[in-house]
């Protein structure tokens, strides 16, 4: 098979990939993304992140969902209705990353691949930010990048759920 026809069989197989959906979670204090310590966070808000998403998840076949809340119940309770709507998860779990047993547990329990991530790099921050309870439940961790954490882990957590398609 040639490289002509083989680049033909590629676009036949993405224009015939069943659509995904994703879910990606906010946590506590996201939603003051733009203001909040931007030397950090960066400039963008959540609604220009969100928007970012979609339009990455247009591309990569994938419909996004997201949901910021400050509350852990709100997140615990939207991982567990994930079940059943969503075929993954990203997760930028802010500071509940580094306290929190019940949103570890609750993406063990529900067991859909989620993606880890955050704006900065935890592990060049505070000592009490180098600990995640989240990442041995996760696929994977993807932090340090800004907002292109929150657009590579949406890739790499689509490329995951398409591997077998291949």
Known sequence: ??????ANNLKVLELTL?????????GPNLNLLGQREPGIYGSLTLEDINRLLEAEGLKLQAKITTL?????????????????????????????THTSIALRDAIAAVNLPT??????NIYRREDFRH????????????????????????????????KDSF
């Open 1 to 6: 098979m040639n490289g002509h026809a083989v």
């Open 18 to 26: 069943t659509p995904l959906s994703i879910l990606v979670l906010h």
């Open 68 to 96: 910021q809340s400050n509350h852990e119940g709100v997140l615990l309770d939207t991982i567990h209705g994930a079940l059943g709507q969503y075929q993954g998860i990203v997760i930028n779990a802010g500071a509940y």
């Open 115 to 120: 993606v880890e991530v955050h704006l900065s």
């Open 131 to 162: 600990h995640s309870y989240i990442a041995p439940v996760v696929i994977g961790q993807i932090s340090g990048f800004g907002v292109q954490s929150y657009l590579l882990g949406l890739q790499a957590l689509v490329q995951h759920l398409r």
